[in-house]
């Protein structure tokens, strides 16, 4: 299956070709700054699954922590890519960037550890205060 999204201003475009879309809610301090939401929604993807039709190189990179990038179109600002925070070459593509309602599973709420307690987490899903056991960049 493949799934079209874009940004905001729609200078960024991609398709994803994956069989589904898995994702989980972070609730890190990093993605709330980035988003400026309670948490973020992140599908994880591979590379060699992304297809871009805009040029990747022109999104704006930034370093949010060392060896991990935050990539954001230059001309709306909207969050395209997160890539190294696992120690790993997936990407993260926020879901909200997929044209549409896609169905999206969500698997699991992660950094609960820095949520804010403004916002709370009523469904049933599993939570970890950081990342799921076999992500990560082992420390
Ligand atoms: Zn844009
Ligand atoms: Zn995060």
């Given at each position: 299956m493949s799934f079209a999204g874009g940004c905001l201003c729609g200078g960024v475009r991609f398709t994803v070709q994956r069989r589904h879309l898995n994702a989980v809610h972070c609730y890190c301090q990093m993605c709330r700054k980035a988003h400026g939401t309670a948490f973020s929604t992140h599908a994880v993807i591979r590379p060699e699954q992304i297809e871009w039709?805009?040029?990747?190189?022109a999104l704006v990179k930034f370093?949010?922590?060392?060896q991990a990038f935050r990539e954001f179109c230059p001309t709306c600002g909207a969050h395209v890519l997160v890539h190294g925070q696992t120690g790993d070459n997936t990407q993260a593509i926020p879901?909200?960037?997929?044209?549409?309602?896609p169905p999206v599973t969500v698997l699991s709420h992660i950094f609960v550890g820095e949520r804010v307690g403004w916002y709370q987490i009523t469904d049933t899903l599993p939570q970890h205060a950081g990342w799921p056991e076999g992500f990560g960049r082992p420390s």
């Open positions: 039709v805009s040029d990747p190189a370093e949010s922590s060392p879901v909200g960037l997929f044209d549409g309602d």
